[in-house]
């Protein structure tokens, strides 16, 4: 069966990925900047659920709907000093080399042409197609077989020495790699446990991509590639590099607003919190996280033990704990809103629902409601006018870091 990036058969599963490429039909209208967007702060653990929460609004929670709104802030928390808080963060800075990668990946591969290579072994950059099983004590295990699979070596697709273990294979000749699956990983039956891997070499080609130039990256655009419209190479090296910069700057802010929520919330007393506000936080959580999980084709159960290492009730006790930390977060915010007069106005409402109509493509405000809780958008925006008033009276240190 393929699947736009290969030939993969209905037995070969994303078990034996390291991770996962976007494929060729995505990169037309799917490009995601994942290096350093929330996926480096789940790595990273900083505001690990504050940034992902506060990235989406589009909160399905079909139990509680309490709100801000039908609450006082005041009765829940008793604040401790707001302003003048200080906060150390690491200023990041877009990685040299991006840029090149991503024009590379999503735009130059997969117009790649592929010559076949008939006088030589397998080297690095070539593309192997391969027949392969993997056996865990001896039985083969679900998702370590594929046949006619088309894998470039050294780009890093399968598990840490599958790639390597193919370098200087001949065509037809059969190799049996022995290997260990990282831990954390995606399956914990494997997390951690030695395979073998018997792989046969069917054919090897080098994949030739086009030389990018202006015209190349105007067909890109008449083919329906999301390239920000751009018409030259200046033009989409600029586009993409602004893509890495949103982020890296998203990251940037996301970890200044941490710092300083958790020192106020450590300043100020909290009263026993609304269980059901809670409750749509946790939920809200839930659902955000499945959606990026889902958008880069894992379970919620696979991302998390992906990135953070956690099975289901240490995922589930995460998001309990990061779902009090929320409401405590946005009833101190309520609290500061309502002392310094920040209460989002109704044009500014109306503003942020024209934002997220042109944002996400909708064309209207009724359709735009049906995706989008309106009293979240509220809630946020709040959340937005409060933080931008702690950052303008607080006290930030910045330290030259690069994003890895």
């Given at each position: 069966m393929k699947d736009g990036c290969g030939k993969i058969k209905d037995n070969c599963m994303v078990t034996i990925l390291r991770r996962r490429r976007i494929c060729c039909r995505d990169r037309k209208n799917r490009l995601q900047i994942y290096d350093l967007g929330n996926e480096e702060i789940m790595k990273r653990k900083i505001g690990v659920i504050a940034a992902v929460f506060a990235s989406s609004l589009f909160l399905t929670a079909c139990g509680s709907k309490e709100y801000l709104k039908d609450i006082k802030a005041e009765k829940y928390v008793t604040l401790g000093e707001y302003t003048g808080i200080e906060a150390a963060v690491s200023k990041l800075e877009v990685p040299e080399g991006v840029v090149d990668s991503y024009i590379y990946d999503n735009y130059l591969e997969p117009k790649a042409e592929k010559v076949p290579v008939t006088d030589r072994a397998v080297q690095e950059g070539d593309v192997a197609n391969i027949d392969f099983v993997g056996y865990h004590d001896g039985t083969a295990f679900d998702g370590g077989t594929g046949a006619d699979y088309d894998l470039t070596i050294g780009a890093g697709q399968f598990i840490e020495g599958f790639e390597e273990g193919l370098i200087g294979a001949a065509v037809g000749e059969k190799r049996s790699l022995n290997l260990t699956f990282p831990d954390p990983y995606t399956n914990p039956d494997l997390a951690g446990e030695d395979v073998v891997f018997e792989v046969t070499v069917n054919s090897i080609s080098e994949s030739r991509a086009p030389e990018l130039t202006d015209e190349f990256v105007k067909q890109l655009g008449e083919e329906g590639?999301?390239?920000?419209?751009?018409?030259?190479?200046?033009?989409?090296?600029?586009w993409v590099y602004d893509l890495y910069d949103q982020s890296v700057q998203s990251t940037y802010d996301n970890e200044v607003e941490t710092a300083l929520a958790s020192t106020i919330m450590e300043n100020s007393t909290f009263q026993e919190l609304p269980e059901e506000l809670v409750e749509r936080y946790i939920t809200s959580i839930e659902n955000n996280m499945s959606v990026r999980?889902?958008?880069?084709?894992?379970?919620?159960?696979?991302?998390?033990?992906?990135?953070?290492?956690?099975?289901?009730?240490?995922?589930r006790a995460l998001f309990d704990e990061e779902g009090v930390?929320?409401?405590?977060?946005?009833?101190?915010?309520?609290?500061?809103?309502?002392?310094?007069?920040?209460?989002?106005?109704?044009?500014?409402?109306?503003?942020?629902?024209?934002?997220?109509m042109t944002l996400y493509g909708y064309a209207s405000k009724e359709e735009l409601e049906k995706s989008v809780d309106m009293e979240s958008v509220k809630e946020d925006l709040m959340r937005k006018k409060v933080v931008a008033f702690l950052k303008e009276n607080g006290k930030i240190q910045e330290t030259a870091a690069a994003a890895e």
């Open positions: 590639y999301n390239t920000g419209g751009a018409q030259t190479v200046q033009e989409l090296n600029d999980a889902a958008s880069i084709g894992m379970s919620l159960a696979q991302y998390m033990q992906l990135y953070q290492g956690l099975d289901e009730a240490g995922y930390r929320m409401a405590k977060q946005y009833i101190m915010y309520q609290a500061i809103a309502d002392k310094e007069g920040l209460a989002p106005t109704e044009e500014e409402v109306t503003e942020e629902i024209s934002a997220l």
